[in-house]
């Protein structure tokens, strides 16, 4: 998992922008999460449940408009024909997002899960900068 500018899935591939950020500006700032979910063999053609949320610093969710920042979906990885047995399948998730609920000097991270499991390697930190102090 990795937080960048911009990233995006495109036959099978995983394109990422700006990869690796980890201090985002004190204004609104487009982020995305780049995801490549390794599958094992045996989990292959079965349906996965996944979910990213935002957290603040205390490892709470964090909220816009009532709500927690959520993103969930399914997916499942395809075996191709002829893959050799025992071989993890990787599918590639981008998610993007104009702006997020974020305020500055705050630390936050990004956690996921897959079928109500996640892992402390599954998490994503970052930073906001602090807001520039007004000259007088």
């Known amino acids: 998992m990795l937080m960048a500018d911009a990233a995006q899935v495109a036959d099978g591939k995983l394109f990422i922008l700006g990869g690796g950020l980890r201090v985002l500006p ?3 700032h487009p982020v995305a999460i780049a ?29 816009a408009d009532g ?15 002829g893959w050799p047995p025992g071989t993890p399948l990787q599918v590639p998730l981008a998610i993007n997002f104009n702006a ?10 990004w956690r996921l899960a897959v079928n109500d499991t996640s892992e402390p390697s599954w998490r994503v930190a970052f930073r906001v900068a602090p807001a520039p102090v007004a000259q007088t």
């Open 35 to 63: 995801l490549l979910v390794q599958v094992p063999w045996d989990r292959a053609n079965l349906p996965h449940d996944w979910k990213l949320e935002l957290l603040d610093e205390d490892g709470m969710p964090v909220f």
């Open 67 to 81: 709500r927690p920042v959520l993103i969930a979906g399914q997916l499942e990885a395809g075996r191709p024909a």
């Open 100 to 109: 997020v609920p974020v305020r500055p000097g705050g630390a936050y991270s």
């Open 26 to 28: 004190p204004r609104p």
